[in-house]
Nanobody, 119 residues
Framework: QVQLVESGGGLVQAGGSLRLSCAASGRTFSSYAMGWFRQAPGKERELVARISQSGTSRTYADSAKGRFTISRDNAKNTVYLQMNSLKPEDTAVYYC????????????WGQGTQVTVSS
């Protein structure tokens, strides 16, 4: 069992930056691939970024490429999402999730953190 707690959301002006954190409980964090998702009102949840267990492999949605960076610190059981050059369309609830079998099926989810980008 893994518990995930996101933090770092908030209100920011367009062009600004935010850094989201996701703290995980348990001693097996380094065995999970991790993802950041987001869901805007009236829209489906989408995968924003994913990072492998060791952090050597990272993938991004087209909307995030060049602006967002996913990273992890396995010693701190934490995964991060650095978001730069934010746009109003980035407004959403952001969730982190853990993929135990690294099969792109996410087994554990956080409660989400709201990111609002004003124009």
């Amino acid at each position: 069992q893994v518990q995930l707690v996101e933090s770092g959301g908030g209100l920011v002006q367009a062009g600004g930056s935010l850094r989201l954190s996701c703290a995980a409980s348990g001693r097996t964090f380094s065995s999970y691939a991790m993802g950041w998702f987001r869901q805007a009102p009236g829209k489906e949840r989408e995968l924003v970024a994913r990072i492998s267990q060791s952090g050597t492999s990272r993938t991004y949605a087209d909307s995030a490429k060049g602006r967002f960076t996913i990273s992890r610190d396995n010693a701190k059981n934490t995964v991060y999402l650095q978001m730069n050059s934010l746009k109003p369309e980035d407004t959403a609830v952001y969730y982190c999730a853990a993929d135990q079998a690294t099969d792109y099926v996410y087994d554990y989810w956080g409660q989400g953190t709201q990111v609002t980008v004003s124009s």
